[in-house]
């Protein structure tokens, strides 16, 4: 019995692992050249970063769950006051973005930022992961948020100009506008100890169209950044005077993968909370 537990957490780790380690070989050997980022294949790089960053996320959340116990989580809210907690995890985050953002030509920092980044995520998802694993709902939304993911990408490649209308600045700043309301509205009726299933399942919805056309958004937005616009920015911003410097149309792969990530991440979120609602 016990062999086999160890099995199964070896066969838990390996996979991703060896596919974690063989996306970073194929990244490093497209993504970089002369120990600086290409302009080379753009939009593959960057969703390559996006799946390294799924398995990673993968990796943490296993790990977290079966190291963190809600045993665990419990004693420290008895001991300290988890909404000071969680305003200094809060403001933590807000202060590595920043650093993350703004360091978006220094290779070795962002790339650890990210690292960070993901593994914060993975330890946040942890909980979730082991509710959805109790249910045997895991694999059933991955494969939900797979099946949004590529249905998208595919409508917008296929009818970019139709829908590249009505995705653009303007749009996206009411759109993220709504998600922030959505959010006010959510923690008002948690603390009012009003929020209920049905509630859940309409803000999760509008969460989940949010997100996915924010996730269209810098699709967008990374396929239009064309291979000479990226070799000047790549150029000029790496020059002594930085003059004319485009940080939108850097290749700085981390940063902007980071985007598309957080997004998948909430879609996944957010499905996760209607399965597992459903089963109540």
């Not at 969703?47 to 045993?71: G, K, S």
Request: net charge positive; aromatic share 16%.
């Amino acid at each position: 019995m016990y062999k086999n537990m160890i099995l199964i957490e070896n066969t838990n780790y390996s996979i991703p692992i060896i596919s974690a380690i063989i996306i970073s070989l194929i990244i490093y050997k497209n993504a970089f050249k002369n120990g600086n980022y290409t302009c080379n294949n753009l939009v593959t790089n960057t969703y390559l970063y996006v799946i390294l960053c799924l398995v990673l996320f993968h990796i943490f959340m296993i790990y977290f769950a079966e190291n963190i116990t809600i045993d665990m989580f419990l004693d420290i809210s008895k001991n300290y006051n988890i909404n000071v907690i969680l305003l200094i995890s809060i403001a933590i985050l807000f202060g590595l973005l920043m650093i993350f953002k703004h360091m978006y030509k220094n290779i070795f920092i962002s790339h650890l930022f990210l690292f960070i980044l993901v593994g914060f995520f993975g330890f946040c998802n942890s909980f979730l992961y082991t509710l959805l694993k109790m249910e045997g709902l895991y694999e059933k939304v991955i494969l939900v948020v797979l099946f949004i993911i590529i249905l998208c990408t595919f409508l917008f490649y296929k009818y970019q100009k139709i829908l590249s209308k009505y995705i653009n600045e303007k749009f996206y700043f009411i759109v993220i506008l709504c998600v922030i309301l959505v959010c006010i509205i959510e923690l008002i009726l948690i603390f009012t100890n009003t929020y209920s299933l049905d509630i859940m399942f309409i803000m999760s919805t509008i969460i989940i169209g949010a997100f996915i056309y924010i996730l269209l958004y810098h699709t967008k937005k990374l396929s239009q950044i064309k291979k000479t616009d990226c070799e000047e920015a790549l150029k000029n911003c790496n020059s002594e005077d930085k003059k004319n410097c485009n940080s939108q149309n850097y290749p700085s792969y981390p940063q902007k993968s980071w985007d598309i990530f957080n997004a998948i991440v909430v879609l996944f979120q957010r499905i996760s909370e209607i399965f597992l609602g459903k089963k109540r």
